[in-house]
């Protein structure tokens, strides 16, 4: 009887949601992300900052200057850095230590509105393209990346702000929503999987190629949780515990959401 | 100068499939900024797409077209490798034209 009821239910919900999904689908062959990655490439390849040069040799984690696969496996410790970084953090480190740029002026405008483009978040395109169809693989091998993972994981169920709300609120169970949009379960490796190999996206509604760190950024608002800091070690943390979670499925973004 | 376009094209049966994505903000003129001012229209205003030196198709856009506008048709013929051009000009008189191989 039960179990009749909840296939009922299920069905239900499950038209609203098909219904979405047909509109992602319609939207996926012509998705703008694409032209944040060319503006990315052209960028990364451009001599830019007080040193004039360009980012070809940025180290993402894989060598100086490759990119393919490599943000599959971030977030991830640097020992030249003596951090682990994500990959937003890891290009503005690159601006700064081989640009020549400052760190404020590295990290200003983190994200675009209408008159004015992002970019970094042009440089996310770019990079997370060149992973599409890489495997995650994000390590936990050295103690710090463990610390972060940690961290992320006690955040992620940690209850604060003023409608005393968790990441796992919404996010720590099957079936949740909000309005129409169905919410990924991220506690369950299916749910964490399908969530972070569809970021970064192009947000249809904002009209902008949105990055993880906003897409976090974004969650805290919603949370009514103070500002998350662009690149702190609490975005960096939650990243890394959401990226390992993801390991083992293709990465698949630059994505096209609602 | 604008963005460039992501331009795709492929033969399909008899005709060819041409996929253009733009770059650009298309403000429709009755939208407000934080301090409450309107934001002047800006859209683009005409599209050709020319194969061969013949126009395939033109077109007279307004303000309803969304930003980072996407535009798929078909022109009967049109060969592999050749080249499609495609060009539009927005209500500031700001050009772009872009071109890709048929594939």
């Known amino acids: 009887m039960s179990v009749a009821f909840f296939a009922c239910a299920a069905f239900a919900q499950g038209s609203a949601v098909d219904e979405i999904a047909k509109y992602r689908a319609a939207l996926q062959d012509g998705n703008p992300a694409e032209l944040w990655e060319a503006r990315g490439e052209a960028l990364w390849s451009a001599p830019r900052g007080p040193k004039n040069v360009s980012l070809e040799r940025c180290d993402l984690g894989l060598g100086p200057g490759v990119v393919k696969g490599a943000y599959a496996q971030l977030p991830k410790y640097f020992a030249d850095a003596d951090r682990v970084q994500d990959l937003e953090t890891r290009i503005v480190w690159c601006m700064v230590t081989l640009q020549g740029f400052s760190d404020a002026d590295a990290k200003k405008g983190p994200f675009g509105g209408p008159d004015r483009k992002s970019d970094i978040e042009a440089f996310v395109a770019y990079v997370t393209a060149a992973s599409r169809g890489v495997k995650m693989n994000v390590s936990l091998a050295a103690p710090q990346e463990q610390e972060m993972y940690r961290l992320g994981e006690k955040m992620f169920y940690f209850r604060g702000g003023t409608h005393d709300f968790a990441c796992a609120t919404c996010h720590g169970e099957d079936g949740k929503r909000i309005r129409l949009q169905d919410l990924p379960n991220l506690s369950s490796v299916e749910g964490a999987r399908k969530a972070y190999t569809t970021w970064p996206a192009y947000r249809v509604s904002q009209g902008e190629l949105r990055s993880f760190q906003w897409r976090l950024n974004d969650c805290f608002r919603q949370q009514r949780f103070p500002e998350l800091v662009f690149t702190s070690d609490a975005s960096i943390a939650l990243t890394m515990f959401l990226a390992r979670n993801a390991n083992g499925a293709a990465f698949d973004a630059p994505a096209i959401k609602r | ?103």
Not at chain 2, 19 to 38: L, N, P, Y
Not at chain 2, 49 to 57: E, H, I, R
């Open chain 2, 1 to 103: 100068m604008p963005d460039p376009m992501k331009i795709r094209a492929t033969v399909v049966g008899d005709s060819t499939e041409v996929k253009v994505i733009m770059s650009h903000e298309m403000e429709t003129g009755q939208r407000k900024d934080a301090q409450g001012k309107v934001v002047p229209a800006w859209f683009i205003q005409s599209v050709t797409a020319t194969y061969g030196g013949k126009t395939v198709l033109s077109a007279q856009w307004g303000p309803a077209i969304a930003k980072n506008p996407f535009l798929a048709f078909r022109f009967k013929g049109g060969a592999k490798g050749e080249k499609v051009q495609i060009a539009w000009v927005d209500s500031r008189g700001e050009k772009r034209s872009d071109e890709a191989a048929i594939g």
